[in-house]
């Protein structure tokens, strides 16, 4: 029970006896409050009792400033240093099987698994107090248990309920230790924590970090990339028993541990000998090589989020957060940058060339500040030369205004009046960074807007979209009727929207490469057995889009199968024609719609409806589709 009326009784329980803690204060069977209880049942004195009640005071998620010097005096006071940095360590990894023993921390299962409180409502802000406590008090492990008390209490994965108030205060307080080590915990909690207040937070707490060292928030994160101890190019050695590990990243998504034996042959399955001699070791390797590739990932989507914002970067400091960075290096090292020489000209060469001498300034290079000469030119070259890159960039498509959206002002119609699969449609969105409300039959349910940030978070674009005609009042519609997309500048804590001519181009064609994604990906034109289902409805919609015009992303198709269907072996039974991959077969000519993979035959331009082997009887396609048959 809380209230004013307790705190009332609590004071004057206080008056009574200055050394005695009100009981309740601390939790009886809580582990990660046994530090505070062991020394009040042992060795009570005055100055503990301020000093526990003074952390229970607490209620928020941040203290003011006379809370937190009167923290630290009363820490002292108490000789309570220890005590507070015992008690975050229980918190951050007491064991969720003691406090079933001990009653304390109920919970409710989920299949085989038990999850547990791991702080009881009641006691939250004496929990926060200790918090801020052990933060304010220091220590050489207190930023790592924070950052592990932080992703505990609000990260995926954990065995304890979500307790939102406990995380956001853990977050708050790193911002503000004052240890370097904390801008590290703040960056991989970033990439790891997915619940979107908690989220908010962090990019907060980075920020107030940033300007305590008087840089900006983009600084910080870049300046935060663990390097996790690699070497130069993203490698690490280890001996375990005459044998060596290595641990390579080898691309944006793979980081591999490769055994060597002493004899010199390798292999990427550790060894018996390894397994059985060095069962820590490699559990350590093991975990660290998880490490890296959660931090690849997280700077392959942040180095790709570059692509809206423009930034530059003095070479030097490009050089050293970026270029020679042993995680993010292997990531920029594939792409194609611009350099600034001393008279202010930018000259795009890929990272791993030379750039102009002296180059005063770097920025990622994006297609739609270059010439279609210089397009076709990196195209040509990433094709012959093999390179792979860690996200599209030379391909990637480029979506300039119309004429259409000139008119409209405001809103852009290209991707409107599409029917898209709508849980497809909602699951892209949260793999995008997308945020948007479900929809379904429920007050509000009926008007779908999801938001994404660009340009340094100062942009917003907004895509509306609805519940399908076909909806009917289920739980969420299968359908969904895509409508305008809108952007917004930043305006201090506000919105406001604004004329699409006022949107810089990279922050225009990055967000509406996203949307032509979503469309692309889950329009019913991409459906293969639409046609087998029988139906009338939205047929003349599936006809149009099926075979109609390419998008963007569908020409950066065809750029890119006219240089790769040269070089294959059947080159000579391949052509483009328009929007189409003409296959000539044994049997006939196929047609495939370079947008929806669709096919049709010559020479009436039969539908090839292909069905995948399944258990069920086959459906029956439509009067003028075929048995799928090979060219």
């Known amino acids: ?20 803690i009100p009981e309740g204060l601390i939790p009886p069977y809580a582990p990660w409050a046994a530090p505070l209880r062991d020394r009040a049942n042992t060795l009570p004195t005055p100055e503990l009792a301020d000093f526990v009640r003074h952390l229970a005071a607490l209620s928020g998620p941040r203290p003011a400033q ?42 409710w299962l989920s299949g085989r698994h038990h999850y547990h409180y791991l702080v009881q ?40 309920i979500e307790d939102l108030k406990l995380a956001g205060a853990t977050i708050n307080a790193l911002a503000e230790t004052g240890d370097p080590a904390s801008l590290e915990t703040l960056w991989r909690l970033r990439s790891r924590i997915r619940h979107r207040a908690l989220r908010k937070q962090l990019d907060t707490a980075l920020v107030t970090a940033a300007g305590e060292q008087g840089i900006t928030a983009e600084q910080l994160v870049e300046r935060s990339v663990p390097d996790h101890g690699l070497a130069a190019d993203g490698s690490l050695e280890r001996e375990l028993g005459g044998r060596r590990v290595r641990m390579t990243i080898e691309d944006a998504a793979t980081v591999r541990l490769t055994f060597t034996r002493p004899g010199g042959g390798r292999s990427r399955t550790a060894p018996a000998a390894v397994k059985d001699g060095f069962p820590d070791e490699l559990r350590e390797l093991k975990a660290l090589a998880k490490e890296v590739r959660g931090t690849l990932s997280g700077e392959r989507a942040r180095v790709e989020a570059l692509m809206s914002t423009g930034r530059e970067w003095p070479y030097d400091e490009w050089c050293r957060h970026y270029r020679d960075h042993p995680v993010t290096g292997t990531l920029v090292r594939g792409l194609i940058w611009e350099f600034q020489d001393t008279v202010g000209e930018w000259h795009a060469v890929a990272s791993m060339g030379e750039p102009p001498a002296e180059p005063e300034r770097v920025r990622l290079w994006h297609p739609i500040r270059a010439s279609a000469d210089e397009i076709r030119a990196w195209r040509e070259r990433l094709v012959a030369e093999r390179l792979r890159q860690p996200f599209k960039q030379g391909f990637r498509e480029i979506y300039l205004l119309t004429p259409a959206e000139e008119e409209t002002g405001v809103y852009s119609n290209r991707f409107a009046a599409h029917i898209v699969h709508y849980r497809q449609l909602y699951a892209l969105f949260k793999e995008r960074g997308w945020q948007s409300s479900f929809l379904g039959p429920y007050d509000g349910g009926y008007d779908g807007l999801a938001r994404a940030e660009f340009g340094d978070g100062e942009w917003r674009a907004c895509f509306h979209h609805e519940p399908a005609a076909d909806d009917d009042g289920s739980y969420a519609p299968e359908h969904a009727a895509t409508d305008q997309v809108r952007f917004e500048r930043r305006n201090g804590r506000r919105w406001q929207e604004v004329p699409l001519a006022e949107v810089p181009p990279p922050v225009f064609s990055e967000a509406m490469r996203d949307v032509d994604l979503f469309v692309g990906v889950t329009s019913i034109a991409a459906d293969p057995d639409w046609t087998d289902r029988g139906e009338d409805r939205y047929a003349g919609y599936w006809r149009t889009a099926t075979f109609g015009a390419l998008t963007e992303s569908a020409e950066v198709r065809r750029a890119a199968l006219e240089r790769i269907v040269p070089r294959l072996k059947i080159a000579d039974r391949c052509s ?25 035959m010559e020479p009436d331009d039969a539908y090839l409806c292909i069905v995948p082997s399944r258990a069920v009887p086959t459906p029956r396609c439509s009067s003028r589709s075929r048995t799928a048959a090979s060219p």
């Open 66 to 107: 006379r809370w937190r010097r009167t923290c630290l005096e009363r820490a002292d006071a108490a000789t309570a240093r220890n005590l507070v940095a015992g008690a975050l360590r229980a918190l951050a990894e007491d064991d969720p099987l003691c406090s079933r023993r001990s009653g304390a921390h109920t919970g």
């Open 121 to 160: 409502q009641s006691d939250g802000d004496l929990a926060r107090g200790v918090v801020w406590a052990a933060a304010l008090t220091g220590g050489q492990a207190t930023v790592r248990h924070l950052g592990a008390l932080a992703l505990r209490a609000g990260g995926p994965g954990s065995d304890v």
């Open 576 to 600: 483009l024609d328009g929007r189409f991959l003409l296959v000539r077969g044994d049997l006939r000519t196929y047609k495939i719609h370079l947008g929806s993979s669709n096919i049709l």
């Open 1 to 20: 029970m809380r209230g004013p009326l307790v705190k009332r009784l609590r004071a004057l329980l206080t008056r009574a006896d200055e050394a005695d």
